[in-house]
DNA sequence: TCATTTTCTGACCGTATGGTCAGGGTTGAG
DNA sequence: CTCAACCCTGACCATACGGTCAGAAAATGA
């Protein structure tokens, strides 16, 4: 809060350009792949020469590994809402709701991870041994208190963590075919909230915690 | 049944090598996606020069589609285990038994599948269309029916199916992301039946048929 | 203003890729 | 046995890609 305001054109101008060129990676990545996406491509649709884009990020690989990281970043933010719940049903609720929401906003985001872990992690490998695999031990011993607490269903918690996860980032890796099964037009905001409520009314009734 | 069971050389050898082909170009495809592939690669995994692919099939986008097309038939095999289910308990069940096994057993179709449908669906997008739709609506009508009979509580059927797709896609899809959160192993047997008894104990619970 | 640093970009390069093709080998029906 | 149809493959080609670089342009601080 006690940063400058004030930039200068340098500093504003890198900012967003590297702004919009993660932007622009992001998508390009997302809908033809690490292999398929090309600089050129990424360049034309950030309306930047390519030159510009390797004074920005040296290699293809680098700029790849930043659009993870960042998704990886939102990620992790939306399990805020998970802890300090006093329950299954605020906890879990929040978080269905939480990813559901970076779903909608977030789908390039979520496709390209998706990718990225189907193709066997290769740069993120290790934040999935690290960062995620402590991330995981922590909720599912949440969740393990929470069934020892009586407050649901004895669950195995990590199952029950795949399903949250499989269940939420479909809305956004499959959503192509959802908007193709919806008559080809995309999810209203009204069935938004239908898809929310459908996932947590089945998921925090099929656990027993309503 | 009436087939001759005496194949020519010829016959036997092209069905082989066809087979040999479409097993390697599903596994590069699943691990390099379509762009990350190259003829070169799936050759050598075949054990044929690159040429003789190019005998077989005209072009990568050729090769590409059929392995798609073949996915997609044991997919739809997998609703046989819905139909004919006297209610949700036993057609859901089976539906989830099947499709993780389906996971389990041809991960890397999978995997080319999400890939397919995350870039948009550039190549069956027409089976989306068609199969899949009239897939979709025939399934939601007999879940739907289920509803009405009183047979599990008023679920959006569309969203039930989006969550069994999700879920036990996910088992292949995210694969790697799983064993690694598994200490870097695979899912043992005993594993895989929990997985499954996990899900459909969710699930069907979830929908109030249990 | 001027020197210095940072930013920008057109032109270029080496490599890898999908695809082609001529020509040699193999098979099987008559 | 013969020969036409089919199968196979090393060598080759055009293209497209990631990346480089020299030097112009712009910003900054003194």
Redesign the pocket.
């Known amino acids: 809060m006690a940063e400058p305001i004030r930039l200068?054109?340098?500093?504003?101008?890198?900012r967003e350009?590297e702004a919009r060129i993660l932007a622009a990676a992001e998508k390009v990545f997302a809908e033809a792949g690490f292999g398929g996406?090309?600089?050129?491509?990424i360049a034309d649709m950030a309306g930047?020469?390519?030159?510009?884009l390797?004074?920005?990020f040296?290699?293809?690989?680098?700029?790849y590994r930043k659009v993870v990281q960042q998704i990886f970043e939102i990620w992790l933010h939306a399990a805020d809402s998970f802890d300090n719940a006093p329950g299954p049903v605020e906890g879990i609720g929040a978080y269905i709701d939480a990813k559901m929401d970076i779903s909608r906003k977030h789908p390039f985001g979520s496709k390209v991870w998706a990718s990225e872990v189907m193709h066997g992690a290769p740069v993120i490998q290790d934040y999935l041994e690290t960062t995620l695999r402590e991330w995981t031990d922590n909720r599912a011993k949440l969740i393990q208190r929470w069934v020892d607490e009586g407050k649901m269903a004895p669950i195995d918690p990590k199952h029950l963590l795949y399903m949250l996860w499989a269940t939420t980032q479909h809305y956004a890796d499959f959503g192509h075919q959802i908007e193709t099964l919806n008559a080809g037009k995309p999810l209203t905001d009204r069935q938004w909230k239908a898809a929310k409520e459908s996932v947590k009314t089945i998921i925090l009734r099929g656990i027993g915690a309503i």
Do not use: F
Request: hydrophobic share 35%; aromatic share 8%; net charge positive.
């Open positions: 200068s054109k340098r500093d504003a101008a890198r350009n996406a090309t600089m050129q491509l930047l020469p390519k030159a510009n390797h004074y920005y040296a290699t293809k690989e680098e700029l």
